[in-house]
T-cell receptor
């Protein structure tokens, strides 16, 4: 079991640039979540996929953010025209269907974004 | 609305017992979970309560009272390595019909020698 993998682990960019993060979930997990976490705060929900379908998006997610999960495997999160307020840790998590257990989320190590 | 409240920081000494409380407000409920996160690390799952009562897993226990919208995480025989942030999380029903895990702001546990 290789766990949830995210890359890049760190990204430093200038304001206005676009960035893309990738998440490879645990292979048998059909649910995939993106969260954002800033210092001293809990993970904040961004979006959720079940297989390839994006079922939920946070109202906090601006139009500059887009996520995809082609073929229900890996997922990408793109931020266009980055702003300094986008600086955060972007966490990906995957899980099996909640009806089958605790709904435990398996998190990746995260992608840290710094916007200068 | 939907919200979770937990203390921002708790301190204790090695070998002691500490309790981290979590209260929540929600129009729906689908279980209370606890996660641990060390500095620079990923959150990792500790426990889950769907029904009222106490769940024990080694040195850690978690309690839920659905009528009080309240739960707690109990850590016994504290060790220095338990210094971390602890998050309660509840799966709230979303407008789209999914139950989305929503996290509290976290409690920083500092264990002193």
């Amino acid at each position: 079991d290789t766990g949830v993998s995210q890359n890049p682990r760190h990204k430093i960019t200038k304001r206005g640039q676009n960035v893309t993060f990738r998440c490879d979930p645990i292979s048998e997990h059909n649910r995939l979540y993106w969260y954002r976490q800033t210092l001293g705060q809990g993970p904040e929900f961004l979006t959720y996929f079940q297989n390839e379908a994006q079922l939920e998006k946070s109202r906090l997610l601006s139009d500059r953010f887009s996520a995809e999960r082609p073929k229900g495997s890996f997922s990408t999160l793109e931020i266009q025209r980055t702003e300094q307020g986008d600086s955060a840790m972007y966490l990906c998590a995957s899980s099996i269907p909640s009806g089958m257990g605790t709904g435990e989320l398996f998190f990746g190590e995260g992608s840290r974004l710094t916007v200068l | 609305g939907q919200s979770l409240e937990q203390p921002s920081e708790v301190t204790a000494v090695e070998g002691a017992i500490v309790q981290i409380n979590c209260t929540y407000q929600t129009s729906g409920f689908y279980g209370l979970s606890w996660y641990q996160q060390h500095d620079g690390g990923a959150p990792t799952f500790l426990s889950y309560n769907a029904l009222d009562g106490l769940e024990e897993t080694g040195r850690f226990s978690s309690f839920l009272s659905r009528s009080d919208s309240y739960g707690y995480l109990l850590l016994q025989e504290l060790q220095m390595k338990d210094s971390a942030s602890y998050f309660c999380a509840v799966r709230f029903p979303s407008s789209g019909g999914s139950y989305i895990p929503t996290f509290g702001r976290g409690t920083s546990l500092i264990v002193h020698p």
